[in-house]
């Protein structure tokens, strides 16, 4: 059992950077492959990014490549997500994710947070 609590949102201008924290708990974190999902007003949760349970490999959505940047730091039982040149469209409310593989995450993640959110002004 993983319990996720995201932190870090709000409210940006656009072009400005946010950095979201997901705190896990339990003492096997590192077992764990961790993810980001968001979802838009009106639309369904997407897939952002992804990363292994050592770190060592990173997984992104076309519209996270070259501005989002997931890591994690496996002592502090933590994952991040560097946002920056934020964009209007990248308003939404963000979900960390855990599972125990990297195609569980992409496609049906067993633990999710509850969220937080991300707003962009124009």
């Known amino acids: 059992q993983v319990q996720l609590v995201e932190s870090g949102g709000g409210l940006v201008q656009a072009g400005g950077s946010l950095r979201l924290s997901c705190a896990a708990s339990?003492?096997?974190?590192?077992?764990?492959?961790m993810g980001w999902f968001r979802q838009a007003p009106g639309k369904e949760r997407e897939f952002v990014a992804a990363?292994?349970?050592?770190?060592?490999?990173?997984y992104y959505a076309d519209s996270a490549k070259g501005r989002f940047t997931i890591s994690r730091d496996n002592a502090k039982n933590t994952v991040y997500l560097q946002m920056i040149s934020l964009k209007p469209e990248d308003t939404a409310e963000y979900y960390c994710?855990?599972?125990?593989?990297?195609?569980?995450?992409?496609?049906?993640?067993?633990?999710w947070g509850q969220g937080t959110q991300v707003t962009v002004s124009s």
């Open positions: 994710v855990a599972d125990k593989t990297i195609a569980a995450i992409r496609w049906g993640p067993d633990y």
């Open positions: 339990g003492r096997t974190f590192s077992s764990y492959d």
């Open positions: 990363i292994s349970g050592s770190g060592s490999m990173t």
